[in-house]
């Protein structure tokens, strides 16, 4: 089955900073990459994510890239803003289930 | 209008109690999911279903039962309370299995 793994655990950046966090996956097949925004006591919410037929996509400071051969994937917020500080977390899916990294904390400094 | 409700929002409870979580979509999906997120914020799937059906059934004790009368509810029972099940539970759905999912706002159960 597929297993992702993530990292940072925690990351913490002056506002105006980028951040990067990455994603690992194992199952080959998976085609689709979510990342879910989870801000404290909310749900989880989707900001972005990309296909497997796609190598990167961009959305104002949100991006991600997508590296099918070394599978691995990773998301980069641009320009933070206190208002980014949340767990962030990514995830895989293959056939049938989405399966989540551990997610990663982070703190944006005003 | 909200796309993905769930109730309660809270539940608290003794050991050994029987509870439901209900939940409820309005976007005319054939998923729904249930997910358990733990004390250290992971995020696991217990339940799929589609179109009423269960199509993913994880390791999860089966004092846990999904119901699904129709496409658009997905409750979940739980029987014989343990202290371990204390967690937030997330209900999601999604038009395909392999589309976005939608998360509802989560029933934090707390069984003391």
């Known amino acids: 089955g597929e297993n992702v793994e993530q990292h940072p655990s925690t990351l913490s950046v002056q506002e105006g900073d980028s951040a990067v966090i990455k994603c690992t996956y194992s199952?080959?097949?998976?085609?689709?990459f979510p990342w879910y925004k989870q801000e404290l006591g909310k749900r989880p919410q989707l900001i972005i994510d990309?296909?497997?037929?796609?190598g990167e996509k961009k959305d104002q400071r949100i991006a991600v890239t997508l590296n099918k051969t070394a599978k691995h994937f990773s998301l980069h917020i641009t320009e933070t803003q206190p208002e980014d500080s949340a767990v962030y977390f990514c995830?895989?899916?293959?056939?049938?289930?989405?399966?989540f990294g551990t997610g990663t904390r982070l703190q944006v400094f005003p | 209008d909200t796309a993905v409700s769930q109730t309660p929002k809270y539940l608290v409870t003794q050991m050994g109690n029987d509870k439901s979580i209900k939940c409820e979509q309005n976007?005319?999906?054939?998923?729904m999911y249930w997910y358990k997120q733990d004390s250290k914020k992971f995020l696991k799937i217990m339940f799929s279903?589609?179109?009423?059906?269960?199509?993913i059934n994880e390791t999860v004790p089966n004092r846990f039962s999904p119901k699904s009368p129709d496409k658009a509810h997905l409750n979940l029972h739980i029987n014989s309370l343990e202290l371990g099940d204390s967690a937030v539970y997330f209900c999601?759905?999604?038009?395909?299995?392999?589309?976005?999912?939608?998360f509802g706002p989560g029933t934090r159960l707390l069984v003391l």
């Open positions: 999601a759905s999604s038009q395909l299995d392999q589309e976005t999912q939608y």
């Open positions: 199952d080959s097949a998976s085609n689709y």
């Open positions: 990309i296909r497997s037929n796609v």
């Open positions: 995830a895989a899916i293959n056939t049938d289930k989405l399966i």
């Open positions: 976007l005319g999906h054939d998923t």
């Open positions: 279903y589609n179109n009423k059906e269960l199509i």
